[in-house]
T-cell receptor, first 116, second 112 residues
Framework: AQKITQTQPGMFVQEKEAVTLDCTYD???????LFWYKQPSSGEMIFLIY??????QNATEGRYSLNFQKARKSANLVISASQLGDSAMYFC?????????????FGQGTELSVKP | DADVTQTPRNRITKTGKRIMLECSQTKGHDRMYWYRQDPGLGLRLIYY???????NKGEISDGYSVSRQAQAKFSLSLESAIPNQTALYFC???????????FGPGTRLTVL
């Protein structure tokens, strides 16, 4: 069975510093996708970044990058130059089927607080 | 206008009542999903539909049913609501060619 583990229930970071949110996954599939979503206090789920299991380069989207280490089964999110608006819950998720719109399996989330 | 909408946004009901949560999307996606979020448990999949004629149970489908009325509409029903169904419910959509899912704003349901 597929599983996502986020071991940091809460994290603090100083404004303008970088922060890494950890995510490890477990799957026997060869093809899969990894995602990060942001959930601010207002409740909506905002898609941030995607990494396919066969992508050789780490994904980047603006200030977000995904540190993908396939052998270690980790997909950590790096946020550079943190902003106050980055304070939110962050969820790592996995889709067991690559590029076929599979079901998402979510981790329990990490609550990030950015300090001024 | 939002691409994925959910109605109602908030609902308080009593045990035993029938409740329907509705989801509509203008993204043109074939695939739609219903998730439930409880504090500390992340999101869990209730039902999903890969097209109008294809509906599948997710991880926690007991006590729920769904209807895919059209490509753009996917409804979740609680036939007889119970207090442990109090949660935040999300609808999501995805395109057949890509994996990322796009979420609606959520419906906060409270069952007394």
């Amino acid at each position: 069975a597929q599983k996502i583990t986020q071991t940091q229930p809460g994290m603090f970071v100083q404004e303008k510093e970088a922060v890494t949110l950890d995510c490890t996954y477990d799957t026997s599939d060869q093809s899969y996708g990894l995602f990060w979503y942001k959930q601010p206090s207002s409740g909506e789920m905002i898609f941030l970044i995607y990494q396919g299991s066969y992508d050789e380069q780490n994904a980047t989207e603006g200030r977000y990058s995904l540190n993908f280490q396939k052998a270690r089964k980790s997909a950590n999110l790096v946020i550079s130059a943190s902003q106050l608006g980055d304070s939110a819950m962050y969820f790592c998720a996995m889709s067991p089927i690559y590029n076929q719109g599979g079901k998402l399996i979510f981790g329990q989330g990490t609550e990030l607080s950015v300090k001024p | 206008d939002a691409d994925v909408t959910q109605t109602p946004r908030n609902r308080i009901t009593k045990t035993g009542k029938r409740i329907m949560l509705e989801c509509s999307q203008t993204k043109g996606h074939d695939r739609m999903y219903w998730y439930r979020q409880d504090p500390g448990l992340g999101l869990r999949l209730i039902y999903y539909s890969f097209d109008v004629k294809d509906i599948n149970k997710g991880e926690i489908s007991d006590g729920y049913s769904v209807s895919r009325q059209a490509q753009a509409k996917f409804s979740l029903s609680l036939e007889s609501a119970i207090p442990n169904q109090t949660a935040l419910y999300f609808c999501a959509t995805s395109d057949i060619a890509r994996d990322e899912q796009f979420f609606g704003p959520g419906t906060r349901l409270t069952v007394l």
